[in-house]
């Protein structure tokens, strides 16, 4: 029965901690209780242990609007994160190369060599907007699914 508890926790791993516990053990308990029903008609272990999880399907058949909602959580997060990433890497970098220009007309003002390091200091926050825009692109794809 071992393969029942496995196939159980692996079904239910995206489920909230909180009610997984619950969830894992009820399911675990049905499910040997039906394997051991279909034993007594006269299967063997293994083909009621493989036919019992055949016809229980996924996680997803019963839990599908809360596992939908968590996984939405979960990507609106990630685009917070990366708007936040960006604003930080934008500020960050504006910070820097205001005093990076700022050395350089206060030290050396007839040698214009802070362009080369600005232009270095901006490519953080486009990789950052890149990352953001392919995470909003991914997200697309997956609504039109």
């Known amino acids: 029965m071992k393969q029942i508890k496995n196939f159980v926790k692996h079904t239910f791993k995206d489920i909230e901690k909180d009610k997984n516990e619950e969830i894992i053990k009820l ?10 029903d279909l034993m007594e008609y006269g299967l063997a272990e293994k083909e009621a242990i493989d036919r019992t999880i055949l016809e229980f399907g996924t996680a997803e058949d019963y839990f ?3 596992i939908k ?3 939405k959580e979960r990507r609106q997060k990630t685009l917070r994160h990366y708007g936040n990433d960006l604003l930080f890497s ?3 970098s504006a910070i820097v190369i205001l005093i990076i220009l700022y050395i350089d007309f206060k030290y050396t003002p007839n040698v214009l060599w802070s362009i080369i390091p600005s232009i270095a200091i901006l490519f953080w926050p486009l990789a950052i907007l890149y990352n953001l825009l392919n995470k909003r692109a991914n ?3 997956k609504k039109d699914e």
């Open 90 to 92: 934008g500020a960050g």
């Open 139 to 141: 997200k697309k794809e």
């Open 64 to 66: 599908n609007q809360s």
């Open 27 to 36: 399911v675990t308990e049905s499910l040997i209780e039906k394997v051991e």
């Open 69 to 71: 909602i968590a996984k």
